[in-house]
């Protein structure tokens, strides 16, 4: 379970990016890809540690803002999973199936959770009685499978999403079910902004909304092939979920009512996307908020003053990690630094620090960014403050990468020809005017090879023409080749 | 959500423990069994965070002693489950299968891992090269799945395990996996005990261990109704696993060799013999390390004095909980005292922390232990030191309980007369002397209708005769009435 070392080709990232992407997680060893289960694939330690990070920034997001981490069951008889018709209309073709067990046929069928609205509704009725016990915000963090008949590709298209922070909400009226999606959509850009994922949020279109909605808002980012990579989703189900499941509750006037439901979610694609958008031909570069190892001391030793070096360097070392920064040190006398440098570096590791006899006669230490691979001395006396101060420019360079890259690759057009060929070219997003017709909108999915992301939250009317049907546009459309 | 108003029956533990358990997990939000899958519980906000905890003692004795968490698929192929015969005899009957994605047939079967050496030795193969390699520990925590035919219980015989915390590790001698297995022995007595759960350690009998180990190390306690619940199990799983799965190492010397594994789970029944061994007809009493909440603070106000108590409790909370003590404060003011009271020791809270105008005017503060629910009326100036040290009292008196419970349910004795009485009587485990001779434990498992549980560890020969066959005793066996 060591790292891998392995070369990464030169450009490999921009030419081949799926190439790059199996390569550096498996060589990494943040998720190997290799088990013998199609869509299938393991978190070793690394990779675990990382995960772990990402959904500790979430847990702590949710758990400040009245959410209880709960653990519902995987297994959902047919029965329930069909009681919402248009939910399990979408989900039948995906739904991987429990039949057997030992060598007896099951009575009912057990579907393995897709999502676990249908898993959860029954229990909300045994839980709320009155508006007193409302809202209910809850969430857990599973494994949900589906049957993808599609390509898939490790993180990002499988058929164990292994990482499902799925949240879900009941709430007294429409309202507060509608004001809680725009908390949550609120929530979100935290999570993203604290991994330095830039990205973008629309308005699903009506005929691609999450199955049993009312309303679906969906996050994408664009990864380095110019694919758009939906990395979480936010819906209002309005009562379509309370009502064949019969959750109602007590009002102070007497009367019940079907509560009204909300749900919320991300997957291991955040990771996808955070190693995705950071990383180079180099490996993965981890902002240093998740980062398992945030530094690295290296020394680096000269005859005769060997003892030295690795003293000096294990003193760095403990003050590193007193201060509660993740540092490990590296003092395998085997390995030479070179060698050292070009594995930490592929596993992504923000901040390198040397330690030679030079710096130990100059008072200082050396470090070296990972994402810009700048070297800098800093004083010994003021390691401390220099490292934490480097973390933060680190995360807010990232950050502020991360979105350039996002919006040179988002364009706004008014024509068909043009939004066709940047897609076709895979440039990224492309907002076109729009009229507001879903018919005008599904066919520009046919007409363009893409696919639509959805409208801008809450935008004013954009001036042109609809690009379908040349009528005056009331609104926009997000077009991308996705995932 | 909020805990239910429910009393318990007096001696209701004592007289049927099994509707006792299920009443007391329910009410106080622990585990609610009610979802409508046989054998499949949900774990509420309340239970989540008792698991966690339990899981981060857990979690913190495996990372300190170098294994790494993963996390291996669901999924297991039936070719890769059959690979180790003995292993997929003994499971065969119990495995749940999905057979269809979709409405499709799928090519193979699929297994919902009932435990995961078949997942995890392909990748081992991947991963281990030499001899450097090794040892791998590594560990993760899932759900597995069990097609129990037998009578489900919450907890303790479900057909999804939801927290099978599994360890496995691969070594380059048999010497090193023995090594090994004894340091998990070690490191599982360390758990129980931070968890206040006594505990009788046996090797499990020939006939009777895991299926492809060539030996078992099981933990067992008592539950109230004298059934003996296994808790633990650790196994040296010699090379039967890895010559399947050939698993080999290149050794120093140039030669290969298959590598020497060890698996070692624990799962929810830890936390249900946490619950059982503690409760009593008030409900839950949490052994304070692992309790989601430490302290509650009640304030109780008397006419006139309302606003100094409600100030002062808020003081106390504060206190308490800037010093990392998990404490609430319940003001709610449409609920009485009393039945404040009485929902939290519901919930297992292990010290009520009340603030009357009596209190203040003493500069006291009253604290209530939840095991013995003996008031003390400490300075309010030295809370911190008080409250602190009751909890270690509280934690050590609640272990020296249990485990004079456990020892008081542990019998040695000379005659099958004698055994057969006390396991009839359901009075706990019962140690006899043996020959030694397989067909002698088997044959008694017929005649006592109890279960073998297995021999002492490294035990000196026990003086007597075989109470099978009256042959001299060289061991001695643990019979039980089990789960």
Known sequence: MVPQHMELQKKLKVENFAEWFEQTTLHAMIYDYRFPVKGCGVWPGYGFKLRRNVLEVMRSLLDNSGHEECLFPLLIPRGLLEKEAEHVRSFQEEVFWVTMGGSSELGEKLALRPTSETAIMPMLKLWIRDYKDLPIKLYQVVSVFRYETKATHPMIRVREVTTFKEGHSAHATYEDAEKHVGEMVGLYKKFYEELCIPYIVSKRPNWDKFAGAICSIAFDTIMPDGRALQIGTVHHLGQNFSKPFDVKYLKPDGTHEYVWTTSYGISERVIAALIALHGDDRGLVIPPKVAPIQAVVIPIPYKGREGEVYEEAKKVYSELTSTGIRAIIDEDDEETPGSKFFKWELKGVPVRVEIGPRDIDRGVVTLVRRDTLERKSVARSELLTSFTALLDVLSNDMRSAAWKYLD???????????????????????????????????????????????????????????????????NSLRLAKTY
């Open 408 to 474: 040179e690759r988002f364009y706004k057009v008014k024509s068909l020809d043009e939004a066709g060929e940047l897609i076709k070219a895979r440039r990224g997003i492309v907002e076109v005017p729009w009229c507001g017709r879903d018919e005008c909108g599904s066919t520009l999915e046919d007409n363009t090879e893409a696919r639509v992301l959805g409208s801008p939250l809450g935008a004013a009317a954009e001036k042109g023409k609809c690009i379908s049907c040349d009528r005056e546009a009331s």
